[in-house]
């Protein structure tokens, strides 16, 4: 099992449409979640970032955190044009989490469109 | 404000041949890190280090060196270049461990024929 698991889409929608990203994760010592946005010939940039469970919200995007389930997504609300590209999770374990602790982990990514 | 600048943008190697891909970041940050990017793959780490002076072994290290001798650059070496390496390559750099968002450039474009 692949310790980050995310389906690759491709998924397209229409514009105005709420769209859930997600990621499945098997390492528990996980902590920090992070989403990254990558357009078309550009490097990632981070979109969101929570720590634990929970959920985070900034303007349209909502990320949420299971940690039980060990479980995250995305969510994007009205969505625009604008938010085609390539959705990233990322995590990592804290401080007592051994020598890989530096490393962010990826999944593979999810190609968006969002169709006008 | 640059962040993170990769050079070249785009790179054609034949086998065989080395070259070094630049990095450099003005952010003061000490973790710098390469990354591949291939269809199918995802991000996978080549190399990172912790600091000037420091670096150590990721993912997929085999056929690439770096250095880290200031905390702006983070050179990477292909040593005798493989069809098998062409990809997309990403720079990143980073604050701290662990918890710290990573700044990405926008990449080289590297072909191996």
């Known amino acids: 099992q692949k310790e980050v698991e995310q389906d690759p889409g491709p998924l397209s929608v229409p514009e105005g449409a709420i769209v859930s990203l997600n990621c499945t994760y098997s390492?528990?010592?996980?902590?920090?979640f992070m989403w990254y946005r990558q357009y078309s010939r550009k490097g990632p940039e981070l979109l969101m970032y929570?720590?634990?469970?929970g959920n985070k919200e900034d303007g349209r995007f909502t990320a949420q955190v299971d940690k039980s389930s060990k479980y995250i997504s995305l969510f994007i609300r009205d969505s625009q044009p604008s938010d085609s590209a390539t959705y990233l999770c990322a995590m990592s374990g804290g401080s007592n989490s051994g020598g890989s602790n530096y490393k962010l982990t990826f999944g593979k990514g999810t190609l968006l469109t969002v169709n006008p | 404000n640059a962040g993170v600048t990769q050079t070249p943008k785009f790179q054609v190697l034949k086998t065989g041949q080395s070259m070094t891909l630049q990095c450099a970041q003005d952010?003061?940050?000490?973790?710098m890190s390469w990354y591949r990017q291939d269809p199918g793959m995802g991000l996978r780490l080549i190399h990172y280090s912790v600091g000037a002076g420091i670096t150590d072994q990721g993912e997929v290290p085999n056929g690439y060196n770096v250095s880290r001798s200031t905390t702006e650059d983070f050179p990477l070496r292909l040593l005798s270049a493989a069809p098998s390496q062409t990809s997309v390559y990403f720079c990143a750099s980073s604050y701290g461990p662990y918890n710290s968002p990573l700044h990405f450039g926008n990449g080289t474009r590297l072909t191996v024929t």
């Open positions: 390492n528990s010592a996980f902590q920090y």
């Open positions: 929570t720590y634990s469970s």
């Open positions: 952010m003061n940050h000490e973790y």
